[in-house]
């Protein structure tokens, strides 16, 4: 017993081990993570210093892109640092606080996406009442909801890793700390925490999921109602952009968390780890700034650029 509780440290294998490869992956990484920061950075400058922009729909844009930029930097700074070290590892603690605060921004994500669709739900087919609905003080109290969802839900699946011994294998086929790697690897019975995650995925991930689509069966419903050809458009453009940042986000999680772990599919989980964790914080500014003719408008006056508004 002596033996089996003296794992202090995690091998992260990432994505590759040539050296060659992982230069390159460096280097692709570090672009995304710039991006990443910068997108997600405009998004929140142009929201807050455009007025015309204090809006329900971008008050949760702002924070979305703020969750976005905690979302990417718990998993890619170790990720890059670890590319192009000699020795990747990565603590027992320091591999517990990376899943907590993955579940905290993950679900904050999950449950300020579902904020946004409601938010378009209550403007498209309830319009006369969106003011009343969409008051400051509630959409604050659902951002605050989302986050302490998201707090709660993290301390929920990591206090329980603490009683969990690590005696056979210390190495991570992955670049990150996901739960279920994790678990896989514990020497001690872990069936209480893989049932806390399915409880987690089912009643919070799934039922949201839920509430998101079906939100978008009475708006989309709502909008083939519309006569106006150009009605229906300026309707399903504010829309379109929210529907593809869930769909990137939900697929990729539900396949990753929803399925058994195996060795045969290690390297398929990292693809779809990247989409999730990697590419979506990236690429919801660039889709938001291309779909939404608002956000186009105010980064043109702030920056100057024509091809904003183009």
Known sequence: MENQTMTTEFNLLG?????????????IFLTIYAVTLLGNSAIMLVIRSEVSLHTPMFFFLNHLAFVDICYSSVIVPKMLENTIATSKTISREGCIVQISFFFEAS???????????????????????????????????????????GSLIAVVNTLPLANLDFCRNKTIHHYSCELPTVLALSCTPALTNYVILLISVLLFGFSNFCLTLISYVYIISTILKISSVE?????????????????????????????????LLIDLDKVVSIQYSILTPMLNPIIYSLRNKDIRTALGKIFGKRMFLQ
């Open 231 to 263: 009605g229906r458009s300026k309707a399903f453009s504010t829309c379109t952009s929210h529907l593809i940042v869930v769909g990137l986000f939900y697929i990729a999680a539900f396949f990753r968390y929803m399925k058994p772990n195996s060795e």
């Open 15 to 27: 994505l590759s081990s040539d050296p060659h490869l992982q230069v390159v992956l460096f280097l």
């Open 107 to 149: 679900c904050s994500e999950v449950f300020i996406l579902s904020a946004m669709a409601y938010d378009r739900y209550v403007a498209i087919c309830d319009p006369l009442h969106y003011r009343t609905t969409m008051k400051k003080a509630i959409c604050k109290r659902l951002v605050g909801g989302s986050r302490a969802m």
